[in-house]
């Protein structure tokens, strides 16, 4: 099975525009996660979508949100960038929710906001 | 927040050596994994332990888990140079609908 993808790899934006990134899960998962890694606070929890509802949704700030179509496939959109969006965005998919399930990660988008 | 820590931050440790990180939590959990991360890339998985369990091997890779201290450790046994990256615990967590939380992380570099 071909593993996550996530595109764009790499991404360079101005502070005050939006972006979207963008994941494929692994064929058959249907649960979808998205993390925010900055060097300062580790991995941070997003939001986590199954069946294209939000089941999860960390704590940031309402300028990050996402969806899930039918078929699986997840975006993450950011508005209003700022300096400190700067991060890896790591997208992971499983199966589904549910105890005792790893999850798969994808390689991440390297955002840059200037 | 209910984020682990790893500790240390940082292993050095020459090849053929062991090496020990340990993750501390907060929260009850249902589970506990532990995935490496190589420069700046996506995460692996390396294994899970669940909570009833105690100790969990997978070829050179030990896990122990004390959930009455709420922590774990990863003990990686005759390293390699290839095993250098960062090692994250995170923890499957009662009642937060099986959301992950992960800790800082353990960068571990092996030196030939």
């Known amino acids: 099975k071909a593993g996550v993808t996530q595109t764009p790899r790499y991404l360079i934006k101005t502070r005050g525009q939006q972006v979207t990134l963008s994941c494929s899960p692994i064929s058959g998962h249907r649960s979808v996660s998205w993390y925010q890694q900055t060097p300062g606070q580790g991995l941070q929890f997003l939001f986590e979508y199954f069946s294209e509802t939000q089941r999860n949704k960390g704590n940031f700030p309402g300028r990050f949100s996402g969806r899930q179509f039918s078929n699986s496939r997840s975006e993450m959109n950011v508005s209003t960038l700022e300096l400190g969006d700067s991060a890896l965005y790591l997208c992971?998919?499983?199966?589904?929710?549910?105890?005792?399930?790893?999850?798969?990660f994808g390689p991440g988008t390297r955002l840059t906001v200037t | 927040s209910q984020q682990g820590e790893e500790d240390p931050q940082a292993l050095s440790i020459q090849e053929g050596e062991n090496a020990t990180m340990n993750c501390s939590y907060k929260?009850?959990?249902?589970?506990l994994q532990w995935y490496r991360q190589n420069s700046g890339r996506g995460l692996v998985h390396l294994i899970l332990?669940?909570?009833?369990?105690r100790e969990k091997h997978s070829g050179r890779l030990r896990v122990t888990l004390d959930t009455s201290k709420k922590s774990s450790s990863l003990l990686i046994t005759a390293s390699r140079a290839a095993d250098t990256a960062s090692y994250f615990c995170?923890?499957?967590?009662?009642?937060?609908?099986?959301?992950?939380?992960f800790g800082t992380g353990t960068s571990l570099t092996v030196i030939p």
């Open positions: 929260t009850s959990i249902n589970n």
């Open positions: 995170a923890t499957d967590a009662v009642n937060t609908g099986n959301q992950f939380y």
């Open positions: 332990i669940r909570s009833n369990e």
């Open positions: 992971a998919s499983r199966p589904a929710p549910g105890q005792g399930r790893e999850q798969y």
